[in-house]
């Protein structure tokens, strides 16, 4: 039984938007923080966005920092990456991932002990 799974990836040209969804098993939504990770052909997996599940602070790597947005969506036990003025450089394969990470660690793969398989976002510039 798949544990994350991603939807809402596809083709949108430069400057566009798309909105990702990862619905999340309920053992796992009710006590994990929830992130996204993108990885490009060629590159390491890097960190997006997360939410700590405590206190729900948001995080963002500096290059979608105002563009995207991250949300828990706790009627549907899922998060949501909302993405706005979509850019070349934003291709890539996102992941949905859960764990339990401090703050000095969220932006790190090895802090997140639950993967999903993968959304493909495509920005046609």
């Known amino acids: 039984q798949e544990q994350l799974v991603e939807s809402g990836g596809g083709l949108v040209e430069a400057g566009g938007s798309l909105r990702l969804s990862c619905i999340v098993s309920r053992d796992i939504f009710n006590g994990y923080g929830l992130a996204w990770f993108r990885q490009a052909p060629g590159k390491d997996r890097e960190f997006v966005a997360a939410?700590?599940?405590?206190?729900?602070?948001?995080y963002y790597a500096d290059s979608v920092k105002g563009r995207f947005t991250v949300s828990r969506d706790n009627s549907r036990n899922a998060v949501h990456l909302q993405m706005n003025g979509l850019k070349s450089e934003d291709t890539a394969l996102y992941f949905c991932?859960?764990?339990?990470?401090?703050?000095?660690?969220?932006?790190?793969?090895?802090?997140?002990?639950?993967w999903g398989q993968g959304t493909q976002v495509t920005v046609s510039s």
């Open positions: 991932a859960a764990g339990r990470p401090i703050a000095s660690t969220v932006r790190r793969t090895t802090s997140y002990n639950y």
């Open positions: 939410v700590r599940y405590h206190n729900g602070m948001t």
